[in-house]
Structure formats: C-alpha cells, structure tokens
C-alpha cells in the first residue's frame, strides 16, 4: 500500500518564475493538506482540499493556489516566485472519518535563485 | 504569532533514561493535541495524540501529559532508545478535522 507520495523531489527555479508540485494521497484518503516548512521551522499550513474544494487556508498569499483532482490527488502552484519561498513542501493526506493524524510524504524541496 | 511554541531547539539524554519534550500553546481553543517525529530526507510521522478531555495518554514507551490550565502538554520518553534521536513536532488544531497548527520542533539526541 503505497503511502502519500509527492513529486519532484527537488527542484529549482529562479525568482518570477511559477512552480507546480504534486501529491498523491495514500490509498483510501480523500482530504489533502499541503504546508511549508522552511529551515528550522516547524510545517506551516498552506489550505486544504476536500471534495475538489479549498476547505482551509493559513495565512499565504494568492500566489499560492492549488487544485484537487476527482482520485483525490492535488496540484500546489506557486507564482511570483520569491527567494523566501525556497522551503521543504509536504503533502499530507488525511481519511474520511479523520482522527486527526496526518499521513505526510517525504516532501518536494523547492530552492528559488 | 507563535501559537505553539518548542522552547528548546535540542536536547541530549542517555540511551536508557527518559526524555521530556515540552510544548506550550496560546490558543485556547486548541482541542486537540498531537506529536509527530521526523526523521532526515522523510516526511514527519505521527507519533500520539490527545485531546483536551483527557490529561493523560500512553502508548508503549510514549506517553503524553496535557495541563490545560498552564497551556502546557510535555512527551515522556521511556526509556530512550538510539533510534528515538529525531526532530519532534509538537502539534495542535481546534478540531480533530480542523488544520493542524506545529511548533517549531525539538531535535532530540539520545547519546550511547
């Protein structure tokens, strides 16, 4: 059973430019959260996605947007890219009938020069 | 703002002793409680949760303590093991559906 699985694993790019990551969740979850934890930082909410819809949001600017797709998998987009958006960005995925327990992938490392 | 806060960036325990982490929070309307672990190059894993009703939760070496008047919840490590060494996040939401806020972890060394 494969569990939450993100890609790419790392990636850069310059400032202005636009980056998209992607999540599948582990099998039988339907609720994606997507977060950012820059270095020596805790994870930091981004939003969630639930039935295709944004559910949640944390404080992040509109250039960060994503998307859920109908098999539960889900799109992180970032554009304007920023020097303090380099960051380790985790997915988690979450089941029905949550417990609170977050499943997270091992996260795409997003270096802006 | 921080809402949950790890004061302490590290700490080194023997292997065999016990390992407390500590946790504070400011919201009050933090419901439930959570501490995950995370390893280098891996995701963070979910280690034990509480919620708020409950001052008190175990399971195996891990136990959590929750003082809800100080805002206050530690993890007890019994008896620390050498794969124990790790960051440990402590974690909290209003909810148990609602997001997940984490502190800023507490990287753990448990010495030989």
């Known amino acids: 059973d494969a569990g939450v699985t993100q890609s790419p694993t790392h990636l850069i790019k310059t400032r202005g430019q636009q980056v998209t990551l992607r999540c599948s969740p582990k099998?039988?979850?339907?609720?994606v959260s997507w977060y950012q934890q820059a270095l020596g930082q805790g994870p930091q909410f981004i939003f969630q996605?639930?039935?295709?819809?944004?559910?949640q949001r944390g404080n992040f600017p509109d250039r960060f947007s994503g998307h859920q797709f109908p098999n539960y998998s889900s799109e992180l987009n970032v554009n304007a890219l920023l020097l303090g958006d380099s960051a380790l960005y985790l997915c988690?995925?979450?089941?029905?009938?949550?417990?609170?327990?977050?499943?997270f992938g091992e996260g795409s490392r997003l270096t802006v020069l | 703002d921080q809402q949950v806060k790890q004061n302490s960036p590290s700490l080194s325990v023997q292997e065999g002793r016990i390992s407390i982490l500590n946790c504070d929070y400011t919201n009050s309307m933090f419901d439930y409680f959570l501490w995950y672990k995370k390893y280098p190059a891996e995701g963070p894993t979910f280690l034990i949760s509480i919620s708020s009703i409950k001052d008190k939760n175990e399971d195996g070496r891990f136990t959590v303590f929750l003082n809800k008047s100080a805002k206050h919840l530690s993890l007890h490590i019994v008896p620390s093991q050498p794969g124990d060494s790790a960051v440990y996040f402590c974690a909290a939401s209003d909810r148990w559906d609602d997001k997940i806020i984490f502190g800023k972890g507490t990287r753990l060394h448990i010495l030989p």
């Open positions: 099998s039988g979850h339907d609720t």
């Open positions: 988690a995925s979450s089941p029905p009938k949550n417990t609170g327990e977050l499943f």
């Open positions: 996605y639930y039935e295709e819809e944004e559910r």
